[in-house]
C-alpha cells in the first residue's frame, strides 16, 4: 500500500510539473506574457516545502535544466536559479510552511522575484535583457497565484491521502 501512494505521490507531481511546463511555453502575445506566473519555480517551492523528504536541490536543478531545454535559453539559467530558491526553502521550510498563505505569498514574491533576477542575469550574458517592470510584474502576479496553487495542491494531496 506504501508503495502505492509513493508512486500517486510522483505521478502527481510529474503530472503537475508537465502542466507547468506546458504553461511556460504557451505562446502568448507580448501584451499578456509578462501575465504568466512562473508555475514552475511555484512548484519547486511548493514540492520543497511540503514534501522536503522527497524533493530538495537536485529535484530543482533538475527542474531547471528541464526548463532550459524546453525554452531554449542559456542552460543552466533556470537550474541554478532554482537550485537556490529550493535549498532557501529547505533551510526555511518549518518557518514558511507555518505562515498564513497571504505570509507565503510574500515570500513567495521574494523567492520567484530573486528566481527571475538570476535568470535575467545569466540570460542577460548571453545577450537577452528584461525590464525590470518585466520581472516585478512576473514576480507580483505569481505571489497572487500562490494561493490558487496552494490550495488546489493541498485538495488533490488530501483527495489521494498523500502525507
Known amino acids: 500500500m506504501v508503495g502505492k501512494l509513493k508512486n500517486t505521490y510522483y505521478v502527481i507531481v510529474i503530472i503537475s510539473l508537465c502542466i507547468a511546463m506546458f504553461v511556460a511555453i504557451y505562446p502568448m502575445s ?3 506574457s509578462e501575465l504568466r506566473p512562473e508555475l514552475l519555480c511555484l512548484l519547486v517551492i511548493y514540492w520543497v516545502t511540503h514534501a522536503p523528504q522527497n524533493f530538495g536541490v537536485l529535484f530543482a536543478w533538475s527542474v531547471g535544466l528541464a526548463q532550459d ?11 541554478m536559479a532554482l537550485s537556490i530558491v529550493a535549498y532557501i526553502c529547505l533551510v526555511a521550510y518549518q518557518r514558511i510552511k507555518n505562515y498564513s498563505v497571504w505570509h507565503q505569498s510574500i515570500w513567495v514574491f521574494i523567492f520567484v522575484g530573486f528566481h527571475q533576477v538570476t535568470v535575467n542575469w545569466v540570460q542577460g550574458l548571453a545577450g537577452y535583457d528584461a525590464t525590470p517592470k518585466e520581472l516585478i510584474l512576473s514576480a507580483m502576479v505569481s505571489a497572487l497565484f500562490w494561493p490558487v496553487l496552494f490550495v488546489s495542491l493541498m485538495r488533490i494531496r488530501l483527495i489521494y491521502r498523500l502525507g
Do not use: L, M, N, S
Open 30 to 32: 507580448d501584451r499578456y
Open 69 to 79: 531545454v524546453i525554452e531554449g535559453v542559456a542552460w543552466g539559467a533556470h537550474a
